[in-house]
């Protein structure tokens, strides 16, 4: 019997847990998905049943199909988001197909198909990209893309800020953030909620402390897809907190090879010096990392990886404490007085 050396044995193990956790974990992104449905119909505008709808995810060529009813309607769930083409195939009909389809969170629009009479190896391409209206949600939702993410300034590379250029959000009250909670959680109010009454999603699953009702640590920017702030009727499939639902949507792998370095550095010394401080801010951040994705089996199994490090460096404050003896403690301050400290 043939052994594995030790690298190949972690190799092997590593692609079997990749492989059997994949079903899982597109279960997990239920909520992080898209809706698109339509109507199929012929050139008469009558409804056209039994049509095969195809829609196929570009990056990944993973594909999801349907048929339409007898009223020519069709509809496809849980789509992930990212650029897709969408397909219609009918006997006796060219074949319809629409390209430049990007979905982001929890959108659900609608996109009809007009059928042309002729034959099966025949096609009408649309290459434009259709509006997307949504059809079926109340609430006002705004998304966040990449290069906002990446482009806009943030204090510490804290995704969460960019909540608060949206509009109608501001931040709330401390309230019991700090040593209860991750550094990194803050209390923002949106469209006149509560500051602790936003929820937070990433990829679908329930990223709010249950304790204090903000928010657990997001990924760092370079390794967020999208997200999208929700607010006014939200739905109440995302949670239970009404103020807005905040929901991340986190990088996948695809048939390309991509990922990148990055380096961001904070040092008063190359900053300007705020206009009531005495000397140049004493920080110096390096935050620095990485990210890579790809495939692992051709339009089959993907995988996407990041790290992000922090180095901070500042001056200690320029404050002498001293702590009390038990001498101090009972009023006898002859020690502290030969020390060369001042009694009063």
Do not use: W
């Not at 050139?43 to 009813?69: C, H, N, W, Y």
């Not at 009408?124 to 993410?149: F, G, L, P, W, Y």
């Not at 920080?283 to 490090?309: E, P, W």
């Amino acid at each position: 019997m043939s052994r594995l050396s030790l690298p190949k044995a972690a190799a092997f193990l590593a692609l079997a847990v990749l492989t059997f956790s994949a079903p899982r974990a597109a279960k997990a992104q239920a909520v992080a998905v898209a809706e698109v449905s339509g109507t199929v119909s012929d050139p008469t505008g009558g409804a056209l049943p039994s049509a095969a709808v195809i829609m196929t995810e570009t990056d990944k060529q993973l594909s999801r199909s349907t048929v339409t009813d007898t009223s020519g309607h069709y509809v496809l769930t849980n789509l992930p988001v990212g650029p897709y083409k969408l397909e219609v195939k009918a006997p006796g009909f060219k074949d319809y197909v629409q390209t430049g389809i990007v979905l982001t969170a929890n959108n659900n629009i609608q996109i009809n198909a007009t059928m042309q009479i002729g034959s099966i190896t025949e096609r009408v391409e649309v290459s434009a990209t259709a509006s997307m209206v949504e059809t079926k949600e109340n609430s006002i939702s705004v998304s966040i893309d990449q290069q906002r993410i990446n482009e806009l300034p943030l204090n510490g590379r804290q995704a969460t800020q960019l909540i608060v250029s949206l509009g109608a959000a501001s931040y709330g009250d401390s309230g019991d953030t700090g040593s209860k909670t991750f550094y990194s959680a803050t209390r923002i109010s949106v469209a006149g909620g509560q500051s602790n009454g936003t929820a937070y999603l990433l990829d679908g699953g329930d990223n709010t402390d249950a304790m204090s009702n903000v928010n657990l640590p997001t990924p760092f920017p370079d390794a967020i897809q999208e997200f999208s702030v929700e607010t006014s009727a939200v739905s109440p499939r995302f949670g239970i907190h009404p103020g807005a639902t905040v929901n991340v949507v986190t990088k996948s792998g695809s048939n390309q090879f991509h990922g990148d370095l990055f380096e961001y550095l904070r040092n008063g010394d190359v900053n300007a010096r705020n206009f009531f401080a005495a000397t140049h801010d004493s920080l110096k951040r390096n935050q620095y990392g990485g990210t890579a994705g790809g495939r692992i089996v051709k339009d089959r199994l993907f995988f996407f990886g990041g790290f992000q490090g922090t180095r901070n460096r500042s001056t200690p404050p320029q404050l002498i404490t001293h702590v009390p003896t038990a001498a101090s403690l009972t009023g006898d301050f002859s020690s502290l007085t030969a020390a060369g400290c001042q009694s009063t």
